[in-house]
């Protein structure tokens, strides 16, 4: 799932909780209206109340009290009134008697809130209006045209005002206050479209790229054009870390550096080391003289014609000096023989092998691993007529074939004890007779193909 931005989840979280709290607000405002709305209306009925109560004991004591259906209608007609009456408490009805049709009469509920002492309103959203009854206590004033104690109750005026104007008033506020938010809202959220563009996104997409910059042109980012102090301090931190890795990275170039310069002598003085252990059997016989490192030399080229990659080149040319390493066991009289040995003598110097097979075999290391399979197999053949195993094809390690064949071509090149060089022609004719006998036949074929050049190089490496 694709990851969403930086932008898209602050505005989206602001949203959340700007709505949220839009709803709150606007519940709030619209319940304060409300409450407002409501304490108005009350407020002026109580004074409506308040008039009609002056206005009825003027009346009473004008005597025109038939004369008072005239003034309630004068005040419905000013002050939006629906409906006036007039109730006459127990006290007033004892006095006076029952109320007339003008009035309203009193019943138990009336008698009940009458009872209270408190104005009772009841508001009626759906017809909008709305009800209210006052209450009517005595007092000394009152005592001069009543005769009952002070704080009775004398009466109520019973009061339905319409309030369909409020109600207009109240929701076109709302309205005003929603469409207020709603732009405050818009107002939000571009601003901080905004300040997440300049201040966030800009800033890091920005410090990203000059990272990269900073670590592979090895510059320091200007830390001074970030606004925001946080992008400033990453900025600083991207630098110290750079160049804390800058340091490293030399070190660690310099420490490589230092470690392939001892491989390589490492791997020079076991090269060195490997050819001279090879030239301890030449030490003994003048007529083998250079032969440990021609063969050496031709079988890492030869190697490489045949298609081995570097590690197996590498590899040959190392081990491959110590592949007569066992002919340290043989006695000089036998390895010295000028004339044709018996076959006593002959089986003694195949034993060759196996002894430097016995001296290479318990390492672990690859090299003397490969070094001891060519000390033992370099006398195979490939038809399986060899020894010391009788070994054939691929079951002759590939390291032990090639030297094989760059022994015999270098032995049939040089004078032995036992012989005269062989001419070139003589060579040529050996291996074209022995291709898939004793050679492996593209072993064969790279060395003819490369004869003259093979020639050369043994005839250089002789002198």
């Given at each position: 799932?694709?990851?969403?931005?930086?932008?898209?989840?602050?505005?989206?979280?602001?949203?959340?909780?700007?709505?949220?709290?839009?709803?709150?607000?606007?519940?709030?405002?619209?319940?304060?209206?409300?409450?407002?709305?409501?304490?108005?209306?009350?407020?002026?009925?109580?004074?409506?109340?308040?008039?009609?109560?002056?206005?009825?004991?003027?009346?009473?004591?004008?005597?025109?009290?038939?004369?008072?259906?005239?003034?309630?209608?004068?005040?419905?007609?000013?002050?939006?009134?629906?409906?006036?009456?007039?109730?006459?408490?127990?006290?007033?009805?004892?006095?006076?008697?029952?109320?007339?049709?003008?009035?309203?009469?009193?019943?138990?509920?009336?008698?009940?809130?009458?009872?209270?002492k408190e104005v009772y309103v009841e508001w009626k959203?759906?017809?909008?209006?709305?009800?209210?009854?006052?209450?009517?206590?005595?007092?000394?004033?009152?005592?001069?045209?009543?005769?009952?104690?002070?704080?009775?109750?004398?009466?109520?005026?019973?009061?339905?005002?319409?309030?369909?104007?409020?109600?207009?008033?109240?929701?076109?506020?709302?309205?005003?206050?929603?469409?207020?938010?709603?732009?405050?809202?818009?107002?939000?959220?571009?601003?901080?479209?905004?300040?997440?563009?300049?201040?966030?996104?800009?800033?890091?997409?920005?410090?990203?790229?000059?990272?990269?910059?900073?670590?592979?042109?090895?510059?320091?980012?200007?830390?001074?054009?970030?606004?925001?102090?946080?992008?400033?301090?990453?900025?600083?931190?991207?630098?110290?870390?750079?160049?804390?890795?800058?340091?490293?990275?030399?070190?660690?170039?310099?420490?490589?550096?230092?470690?392939?310069?001892?491989?390589?002598?490492?791997?020079?003085?076991?090269?060195?080391?490997?050819?001279?252990?090879?030239?301890?059997?030449?030490?003994?016989?003048?007529?083998?003289?250079?032969?440990?490192?021609?063969?050496?030399?031709?079988?890492?080229?030869?190697?490489?014609?045949?298609?081995?990659?570097?590690?197996?080149?590498?590899?040959?040319?190392?081990?491959?000096?110590?592949?007569?390493?066992?002919?340290?066991?043989?006695?000089?009289?036998?390895?010295?023989?000028?004339?044709?040995?018996?076959?006593?003598?002959?089986?003694?110097?195949?034993?060759?092998?196996?002894?430097?097979?016995?001296?290479?075999?318990?390492?672990?290391?690859?090299?003397?691993?490969?070094?001891?399979?060519?000390?033992?197999?370099?006398?195979?053949?490939?038809?399986?007529?060899?020894?010391?195993?009788?070994?054939?094809?691929?079951?002759?390690?590939?390291?032990?074939?090639?030297?094989?064949?760059?022994?015999?071509?270098?032995?049939?090149?040089?004078?032995?004890?036992?012989?005269?060089?062989?001419?070139?022609?003589?060579?040529?004719?050996?291996?074209?007779?022995?291709?898939?006998?004793?050679?492996?036949?593209?072993?064969?074929?790279?060395?003819?193909?490369?004869?003259d050049k093979y020639a050369r190089l043994h005839r250089?490496?002789?002198?």
């Amino acid at each position: 799932m694709e990851k969403r931005s930086i932008k898209v989840i602050t505005v989206t979280r602001l949203l959340q909780v700007f709505i949220v709290a839009t709803l709150v607000i606007v519940s709030i405002v619209l319940l304060s209206y409300r409450s407002f709305f409501q304490f108005i209306v009350e407020n002026k009925i109580h004074s409506i109340s308040e008039i009609i109560k002056a206005g009825l004991t003027s009346h009473m004591k004008a005597g025109i009290m038939d004369k008072r259906d005239y003034f309630l209608d004068e005040i419905s007609s000013v002050h939006d009134i629906k409906t006036i009456k007039i109730i006459r408490g127990d006290a007033v009805i004892k006095e006076y008697g029952e109320s007339t049709l003008s009035e309203k009469k009193l019943n138990n509920n009336l008698r009940a809130i009458l009872e209270k002492k408190e104005v009772y309103v009841e508001w009626k959203d759906m017809q909008s209006s709305v009800k209210s009854v006052v209450p009517y206590i005595a007092n000394s004033n009152c005592l001069q045209c009543h005769h009952v104690k002070e704080g009775t109750v004398l009466g109520a005026v019973d009061i339905e005002m319409k309030i369909d104007a409020y109600q207009i008033f109240v929701i076109k506020n709302s309205y005003v206050i929603i469409a207020a938010l709603l732009l405050f809202a818009l107002v939000v959220v571009f601003n901080m479209f905004h300040v997440i563009e300049r201040y966030i996104s800009r800033p890091l997409l920005g410090i990203i790229d000059e990272t990269k910059d900073a670590y592979f042109l090895h510059k320091n980012i200007d830390s001074s054009k970030y606004e925001s102090r946080e992008f400033e301090d990453v900025a600083l931190s991207v630098n110290s870390f750079n160049k804390t890795v800058i340091e490293k990275e030399n070190e660690l170039i310099y420490k490589n550096r230092q470690l392939q310069l001892l491989n390589e002598e490492i791997e020079s003085t076991l090269k060195e080391t490997m050819l001279m252990i090879g030239k301890i059997e030449e030490i003994r016989s003048s007529s083998t003289s250079r032969h440990t490192k021609r063969v050496a030399i031709l079988s890492t080229i030869v190697a490489k014609e045949y298609g081995l990659n570097d590690e197996q080149v590498k590899l040959i040319e190392i081990a491959s000096p110590l592949h007569d390493i066992g002919k340290v066991g043989i006695a000089d009289a036998i390895l010295n023989k000028p004339g044709k040995l018996t076959q006593d003598e002959y089986n003694i110097i195949k034993s060759h092998s196996l002894f430097g097979y016995n001296i290479l075999k318990n390492s672990k290391r690859e090299i003397l691993k490969t070094a001891a399979a060519i000390a033992y197999e370099h006398h195979e053949r490939y038809d399986g007529t060899g020894y010391p195993q009788g070994l054939k094809d691929e079951e002759i390690s590939v390291y032990a074939r090639i030297v094989a064949i760059v022994d015999v071509f270098d032995t049939l090149l040089s004078r032995r004890v036992y012989k005269e060089a062989w001419p070139i022609e003589d060579v040529i004719a050996f291996f074209k007779e022995q291709r898939g006998k004793q050679f492996e036949p593209k072993l064969v074929d790279i060395l003819l193909e490369n004869i003259d050049k093979y020639a050369r190089l043994h005839r250089d490496l002789s002198i």
